[in-house]
């Protein structure tokens, strides 16, 4: 098989980058369209003289939680770019994974899928690029829940085995009538992802794939 | 209103905030208005009741937007569909226009752009009705059926 190409790589990488942007995109255009609509109405009650300390609260107890919510993703994607920018070769795989899960979480609810994760305590950095394993990470995820129902989940177990990181995602459900989890392109592409980042993809029965990355400590 | 005729909306989107906020903003404009939350919860609305205009997000849990609007022209055509979504692209507004979609907006779209785009749906549709009745009174029931059901 001849070996994959480094344009393929970053059409990759560009790939993941393109689609985190448009979830952040997305999420942050619906927080602030809840608020302009509930600021909308306060003015319409007001205009109506039917605004009422009731209705206000509410009105500010939903701001509120917009912005709340606004804020995590805000906070989430500084977390992801902190990782992304990160010199020094090694990186927090579990809070990498967890800003990942977190900026996907509506793409999770829109299909019914649940993702949960087990992190083992004290994990040790891992070695590569944040880049390339994030990337990596979001293919086998999406992957994963290519070959569910509605109604899906996806257990990400984040462990040490050894000198090496392991994270395995574990998909249970219902299969998807005539799905297969990865093409052979995007196969070959993940493990070349794997491979850059020093370690090493591998596919077990039922769907399982887990990534070896060395520890750094 | 309009004239006397309340314009009957259906409003689909899976963020349950934003749409019932916009719900009572739209009764505020003297709209009579229904919120669901997903596509399956809209074609069973529809099954039992039709409204004049459908105001349909596109990204939401189970069907999608397109998906729910092309279901929607087979069972009742005569309904009017305004598309409003945060994360509509190039290709989805193609796609909503050539299934028969009324408009495409993008969220959060103005409320008084909304509501206009809301009475020139439902003032499409009276005017699609009256010439089909029109070519039914003139005897041409084929072209009426048409007509009446968007097909021409």
């Known amino acids: 098989m001849p070996p994959v190409e480094d344009a393929a790589i970053e059409r990759a990488v560009r790939s993941f980058a393109a689609a985190m942007l448009g979830l952040v995109a997305h999420e942050l255009n619906n927080r602030l369209a809840v608020m302009r609509e509930t600021v909308g109405l306060m003015e319409d009650l007001a205009r109506a003289g039917k605004a009422g300390v009731a209705g206000t609260a509410r009105a500010h107890s939903s701001l509120d939680d917009q912005i709340g919510r606004a804020l995590n993703i805000v906070r989430t994607l500084s977390g992801l770019g902190g990782a992304l920018g990160a010199a020094g070769g090694s990186f927090d795989a579990a809070t990498a994974i967890g800003d990942l899960v977190g900026l996907t979480e509506r793409w999770a609810r829109q299909k019914s899928l649940l993702i949960e994760r087990e992190v083992a305590a004290d994990l040790p950095r891992a070695g590569g690029d944040p880049a390339l394993f994030l990337c990596l990470v979001h293919r086998l995820l999406v992957g994963s829940a290519g070959t569910l129902q509605p109604g899906g989940r996806i257990l990400m177990r984040v462990a040490r085995n050894g000198a090496n990181i392991h994270l395995g995602l574990h998909p249970a459900g219902e299969p998807a009538a005539g799905a297969m989890a990865t093409g052979i392109d995007d196969d070959r592409i993940n493990r070349e992802l794997a491979r850059r980042l020093g370690g090493e993809l591998m596919f077990e029965g039922g769907g399982v794939s887990t990534v070896r990355l060395a520890a750094t400590s | ?152």
Not at chain 2, 26 to 51: C, H, M, S
Not at chain 2, 93 to 104: P, Q, S, T, V
Not at chain 2, 108 to 118: F, G, N, Q, T, W
């Open chain 2, 1 to 152: 209103m309009f004239g006397k005729k309340v314009i009957k909306v259906l409003l689909v989107d899976d963020e349950v905030e934003f749409v019932t906020t916009l719900g009572e903003r739209l009764r505020l404009r003297e709209l009579k208005v229904d919120t669901v939350f997903d596509g399956t919860q809209a074609l069973a609305f529809i099954a039992k009741a039709e409204p004049d205009v459908i105001v349909l997000d596109l990204k939401m849990p189970g069907l999608h937007g397109i998906d729910v609007l092309r279901e929607i022209k087979k069972t009742r055509p005569k309904v009017q569909v305004i598309i409003l979504t945060g994360h509509g692209t190039d290709q989805d507004e193609d796609a909503a226009r050539k299934l028969g979609g009324f408009d495409f907006l993008r969220k959060p779209a103005e409320i008084d752009l909304l509501v206009r785009k809301i009475k020139e749906a439902f003032q499409e549709k009276v005017d699609r009705v009256m010439s089909a009745i029109a070519f039914a009174e003139g005897g041409d029931i084929d072209d009426a059926k048409k007509i009446f059901n968007k097909e021409e």
